[in-house]
């Protein structure tokens, strides 16, 4: 049975820093691209960023370049998304996916149910 379990969420003051983690089992982790979703009410899960585990290439969306880090480690099947200086507007339910032929670099056009295999989220609030 594949299982993505997604932690590490909370409230945090805006500026604040918080660390995601998806443990991933029952596929070939070394084979799949990893990417972290977000969601707010009423609207789509949305790219923030991924990365290929067969060759390390990873993918941020814009909005939160140089502030979050994705990271993967072969021997834990663990993919970690460190969010640093959070803002409000990364306010949402974060989940994790696995697809094996995703493209990082086409996060941004590649519709969200293009991965197959998703986590069950977890939920992060930036607020003062």
């Known amino acids: 049975e594949v299982q993505l379990q997604a932690s590490g969420g909370g409230q945090a003051p805006p500026g604040a820093s918080l660390t995601l983690s998806c443990e991933v089992s029952?596929?070939?982790?070394?084979?799949?691209?990893i990417g972290w979703f977000r969601q707010i009410p009423g609207k789509e899960p949305k790219g923030v960023a991924s990365?290929?585990?067969?060759?390390?290439?990873?993918y941020y969306h814009a909005s939160v370049k140089g502030r979050f880090a994705i990271s993967s480690d072969n021997r834990k099947n663990t993919v970690i998304l460190q969010m640093n200086s959070l803002k409000p507007e990364d306010t949402a339910r974060y989940y994790c996916?696995?697809?094996?032929?995703?493209?990082?670099?086409?996060?941004?056009?590649?519709?969200?149910?293009?991965?197959?295999?998703w986590g069950q989220g977890t939920l992060v609030t930036v607020s003062s």
């Open positions: 990365i290929a585990n067969t060759d390390g290439r990873k």
């Open positions: 029952g596929l070939a982790f070394g084979d799949y691209t």
């Open positions: 996916a696995a697809d094996r032929y995703a493209d990082p670099q086409s996060m941004e056009t590649t519709p969200y149910y293009s991965y197959d295999r």
